[in-house]
């Protein structure tokens, strides 16, 4: 099955520096790779997401690349706001979707 | 809020008892995923649903765990005889054909 490795794990930036976050997965037929923000007690919220085909997607603070020859794919939030703070999982979609192990993002005002 | 819901939000239980979550999706989507997620990690997959049929479950979940859905609409995951190892949060999620998931806010087991 697939495997996604997240990193960093914790990650913490000063308010309106960038963050990047990094994910490898193993299986080369995913074809679909979301990222997902999850705050305290709530459901994780898709942020952004690429498909194989494409390899870049950028929507206003939030970018996300992805490169299929080494099997990594990253989120990127330039000009990061206090409420950015939150866990963010990588996620990659084979015969299922895979879930990283999560960064825990901290801007620091 | 996703349109997502999940009843109840939090489920306090005694090892040994059956309990069973509830899970309402955007009305539109005919995909239906369960996930588990415990702390520090990612949501772990256990089932999709494309309508009313069950398509693929993990090898990992145990057999004390049995989901459905009927009608294509609601569904509901049941766990039987629960262990303090299932103690966990719960994830539903819903989306379409093109992959996107849209998350609810969790039910959280605690078995004691």
């Known amino acids: 099955g697939e495997n996604v490795e997240q990193h960093p794990s914790t990650l913490s930036v000063q308010e309106g520096d960038s963050a990047v976050i990094k994910c490898t997965y193993s299986d080369s037929a995913s074809n679909y790779f979301p990222w997902y923000k999850q705050e305290l007690g709530k459901g994780p919220q898709l942020i952004i997401d690429?498909?194989?085909?494409?390899g870049e997607k950028k929507d206003q603070r939030i970018a996300v690349t992805l490169n299929k020859t080494a099997k990594h794919f990253s989120l990127h939030i330039t000009e990061t706001q206090p409420e950015d703070s939150a866990v963010y999982f990588c996620?990659?979609?084979?015969?299922?979707?895979?879930f990283g192990t999560g960064t825990s993002l901290t801007v620091i005002p | 809020d996703t349109g997502v819901s999940q009843d109840p939000r939090h489920k306090i239980t005694k090892r040994g008892q059956n309990v069973t979550f509830r899970c309402d999706p955007i009305?539109?989507?005919?995909?239906l995923y369960w996930y588990r997620q415990t702390l520090g990690q990612g949501p772990e997959f256990l089932t999709y649903f494309q309508n009313e049929a069950q398509l693929e479950k993990s090898r990992l979940l145990s057999d004390r765990f049995s989901a459905e859905r009927p009608k294509g609409s609601f569904s509901t995951l049941e766990i039987q005889r629960t262990e303090q190892g299932d103690s966990a949060m719960y994830l539903c999620?819903?989306?379409?054909?093109?992959?996107?998931?849209?998350f609810g806010p969790g039910t959280r087991l605690t078995v004691t």
């Open positions: 999620a819903t989306g379409t054909a093109n992959y996107e998931q849209y």
């Open positions: 996620a990659a979609r084979g015969n299922q979707f895979y």
């Open positions: 690429i498909r194989s085909n494409v």
């Open positions: 009305s539109e989507h005919n995909r």
